[in-house]
Every structure is written in C-alpha cells, then in structure tokens.
C-alpha cells in the first residue's frame, strides 16, 4: 500500500451498524475511516471532512442513497467527491439509476471482502494518480509560463527608431513557447548608423524550439558586435548552431540583414528562409528578394553565405515574414500565401509599417477563421521614409 492511498479518508454509510463493522474490519489497516448511518450524517460529514471516496448504501430510511447522491453532486463542495453505492438489492435499473447520478461502481451485499478490498483500493488508485497528473499539470503550467515570460523578454521591447526609417515588427506564437524570432541589433562597430535585422523561425514549436531560438539569438547578437560582413556572421553562428543541435534533426531558417541607414542600403543573407518582400516605390512593383539563398543553419557547419545588397529609397518597403503566415490554412485548405501579402504592401503602401504589419495579421487572422494557429507568425515591415 503506497503512502499515498494510506493518507486517504473513506466515508462509509450504512444504516445497520453490523454492516460498518464489516466495513472496518476489511478497510481498518488500509485508510483513514469515517462513518455515518444516515444521509444527514452522511452529507455533513462529506462537506466538513472532505473525505476521498465514500461507500454509500441505497436502501436507508429517511434519505436514501439515491437523494444522497443527488445533493452531493449539487454540492460544489462534494460535487466532486466519488463514490460507489452499496446495497443488498442485485437489480439492472438499480445499478442503472445509480451510475446516472454519478456513482462509480456498484457493491452488493453480503460483502466479499476481497471484492470490497479490491473495488476501493481501484477507485483510490485512479483518484491518486489523477491527482498527481493534475499536480504535473499544474507544475508544466507554471513550467511553460515562465518559459513564456523568459521568451517574451528576448523579443524586441520596442520599435527601434532610426533616422529615415519607420520599422515595425511583431511575434505570435502558437503555443506558449515558439521557434520564430526577430530582433533589432544595434552595429556600432561598423558605423552609428548601422543596425542588424533578423527573422528566424527555428523548425517546431514549443520549449525545445524556443531553447534553440534563444541560443541562435545570444550567437548573433555575439557574432555581430564584431567586424565582419553579414555572410561571415551568418556562417560563423551557424557552425555555432550546429554544435548545439548536432544529430536532433532540428535546424533554423534566418533572414538577417545590415540596414546602413545614412546610405539607405541593405546588405542582406538568406539562410534557408522565406524571401523578403519588396516594394520597389520607383517601379510601382512588389518582388522577392530570393538572390543567393543558402542553406538553414544547423544543417552542416561548411555551409557558405553570399551577401546581396540594394538601395531601399524613400517610399519603398520591405517585408520580412515566417512561414507561419504564408502556410496558414483556411477551412478549405488553402494556403495563405504571398500574393496575399503582396496585395496587401500594395493597398497600404502609404501607411505606416506598423499599419502595414497589423494589415497582414489580421487578413491572415480572417483567413483562417475558427482554425488554431498551427505555427509561430512574425513579421517586420522596414519602410524608407
């Protein structure tokens, strides 16, 4: 007998005293008892002694164990307090009535005590072990929204604010946790008007993506305080990656790329992730930035990066999103897709890019209807003032 079902107290409520002590002398050694030989007793001692199981019998004058039954599960109190009905009547609709008012098993008299013995130590077994999967539950629970928390406090605070620029971005994550990520990182090495901009959207979701998320980002934001084109950062953090996810099978597409603000030109890799959107203000055109796309990082550490770079004037926008947007399904299975997001950069192009960025959440939001998220969303729109 564990110590868990040693701690837990049986109610047992029978109007002939001759049965309880049969009860006793079977359940005495096992657990905690208490006893009551009507239903007035029966239900102030559930609702004062909070008992784990009680064994009631049907046939008692006055209240009988049916009208018993019916206050316990009116009773929040006792409402979910189990119990298993004992009577000397071996009749189908008795049985039947008794489980419709909740009980959980059935009991009849005269006992065999290896069968009582057994019934209960069934029934506590079961309430022990769900109360030990509610307090899991409860402890993953606190688990994952400290998880949550922690993950929260690596996504940018804030907007940044660059002279030229109107920058906006944004993460919602399916579960508590997620693999997407983006940042804003600052590049003083190179000049103090150089930023970094990243979306990365590691494969999965949940803590294990979000461990690896939170590793991909110390190694960038490491690797690019240093000297350094954004192809020799990306290809540094991916050795680095690689190391941490070796064998699991696990990997990490990024678009990261150097914003040199005074210049307005963008120096840019793609590793293994979605193109970038561009809004070319001087052609009146949207196309994708798909040049020299290498490899997701964590796949092998020989992978090699090529930077590719472009003037963003003033007017033109750029787009930066996961895969979580554009594989977003609707009722009828259909993707969400980039021309959708296309569309929408041409509809807002005179709107703010937060403007722009809340556009695309929401139709995507609409899209999909009463269907759950079944990945990360994020997106950055960087838009040329």
């Given at each position: ?292 796309g290498g490899l997701p990082l964590g796949i092998t550490k ?84």
């Amino acid at each position: 007998m564990s110590v868990e079902l040693n701690k837990c107290k049986v109610l047992l409520v029978d109007d002939i005293k001759e049965n309880i002590n049969v009860l006793v002398q079977a359940l005495k050694d096992d657990y905690k008892l208490g006893f009551a030989m009507d239903g007035e007793s029966a239900l102030t001692y559930a609702r004062t002694k909070s008992p784990d199981l009680i064994l009631l019998d049907i046939m008692m004058p006055g209240m009988d164990g049916f009208e018993v039954s019916r206050k316990l599960k009116s009773d929040p109190r006792t409402q979910d307090i189990p119990f298993i009905f004992i009577t000397a009547i071996d009749e189908t609709e008795n049985k039947a009535a008794g489980f419709e008012l909740g009980a959980v098993d059935y009991i009849t008299k005269p006992f065999e005590i290896i069968e009582v013995k057994a019934r209960v130590k069934t029934h506590l077994s079961l309430l022990v072990a769900s109360r030990q999967l509610s307090q899991q539950n409860r402890k993953m629970r606190q688990s994952l929204n400290l998880a949550k928390d922690v993950q929260q406090n690596l996504i940018p605070k804030a907007d940044p604010i660059i002279s030229g620029f109107d920058i906006a971005g944004r993460t919602i994550y399916c579960d508590e946790t997620g693999g997407d990520y983006y940042d804003f990182i600052k590049m003083s090495q190179r000049g103090p008007d150089h930023f970094g901009i990243a979306v990365g959207d590691v494969s999965g979701h949940g803590i294990p993506s979000a461990l690896l998320m939170a590793s991909a980002r110390a190694f960038l934001r490491q690797r690019a305080s240093l000297e350094g084109e954004p192809s020799q950062i990306i290809s540094d953090v991916n050795k680095q990656f690689c190391s941490d996810v070796r064998d699991s099978g696990q990997f990490m597409t990024l678009f990261f790329c150097c914003l040199n603000a005074r210049e307005k030109q963008i120096t840019w890799v793609r590793a293994g992730h979605e193109p970038a959107i561009f809004y070319d203000h001087k052609k009146g055109a949207v196309f994708l930035l798909h040049q020299f796309g290498g490899l997701p990082l964590g796949i092998t550490k020989d992978a090699t990066y090529q930077d590719s770079t472009l003037v963003i004037e003033s007017g033109s926008i750029m787009v930066l999103i996961s895969d979580g947007i554009t594989e977003t399904r609707n009722s009828k299975s259909e993707f969400f897709g980039k021309e959708r997001v296309e569309q929408l950069i041409l509809k807002h192009i005179h709107h703010s890019s937060t403007n722009i960025l809340d556009a695309v959440i929401e139709s995507v939001d609409q899209f999909k209807g009463s269907r759950s998220n079944h990945d990360d969303i994020t997106i950055v729109v960087i838009k040329a003032l």
